[in-house]
T-cell receptor, first 112, second 112 residues
Framework: QKEVEQDPGPLSVPEGAIVSLNCTYSNSAFQYFMWYRQYSRKGPELLMYTYSSGNKEDGRFTAQVDKSSKYISLFIRDSQPSDSATYLCAMSERGGADGLTFGKGTHLIIQP | DSGVTQTPKHLITATGQRVTLRCSPRSGDLSVYWYQQSLDQGLQFLIQYYNGEERAKGNILERFSAQQFPDLHSELNLSSLELGDSALYFC???????????FGPGTRLTVL
């Protein structure tokens, strides 16, 4: 079993839809959870950074962490064609004091 | 633009050779991380330096080494290169512990 599981997609939705992206993990020591967006052949761009369980909202993006279920989600409201990219979840035990463990990424396509 | 710079953007070399990848962190960041991204393995953490000292090690091969210099820039040295080392190599930086990691644009390495 991989440490972090993420459906690779592709996930195709119409413009304006609400997008739900998810990851599950097996390491209960993970405390820091992140979502990155990566356009083709570019560096990952940090979207959301959360500590422990709970919700965090930033503009059209909402991140949810459920440590009891070892499950994290990213919701994108009012999706735009420019949101088309690969979304990577990442986690760590000690925040910036260790490396991140990434999911393989979900390829998202927003249809105009 | 994350503020993290990496050179070169592309590198093409032959098996058995040695290359050096360079990274400059964001202004004020003390931590530098190196990651490898390949199609089959995804993004994998290699090694972390904090203010010149090695802080954490991930899946880094013995043929690979890194260092962080007094001006905080970092270099990743890859030696005895194999075809399977062809990948995108990313550098990330953070202010310190418990901090977000910001990624550079990457170096694409092709080993022929």
């Amino acid at each position: 079993q991989k440490e972090v599981e993420q459906d690779p997609g592709p996930l195709s939705v119409p413009e304006g839809a609400i997008v739900s992206l998810n990851c599950t993990y097996s390491n209960s020591a993970f405390q820091y959870f992140m979502w990155y967006r990566q356009y083709s052949r570019k560096g990952p761009e940090l979207l959301m950074y959360t500590y422990s369980s709970g919700n965090k909202e930033d503009g059209r993006f909402t991140a949810q962490v459920d440590k009891s279920s070892k499950y994290i989600s990213l919701f994108i409201r009012d999706s735009q064609p420019s949101d088309s990219a690969t979304y990577l979840c990442a986690m760590s035990e000690r925040g910036g004091a260790d490396g991140l463990t990434f999911g393989k990424g979900t390829h998202l396509i927003i249809q105009p | 633009d994350s503020g993290v710079t990496q050179t070169p953007k592309h590198l093409i070399t032959a098996t058995g050779q040695r290359v050096t990848l360079r990274c400059s962190p964001r202004s004020g960041d003390l931590s530098v991380y190196w990651y490898q991204q390949s199609l089959d393995q995804g993004l994998q953490f290699l090694i972390q330096y904090y203010n010149g000292e090695e802080r954490a090690k991930g899946n880094i091969l013995e043929r690979f080494s890194a260092q962080q210099f007094p001006d905080l820039h970092s270099e990743l040295n890859l030696s005895s290169l194999e075809l399977g080392d062809s990948a995108l190599y990313f550098c990330a930086s953070s202010a310190g512990t418990g901090s977000e990691q910001f990624f550079g644009p990457g170096t694409r390495l092709t080993v022929l």
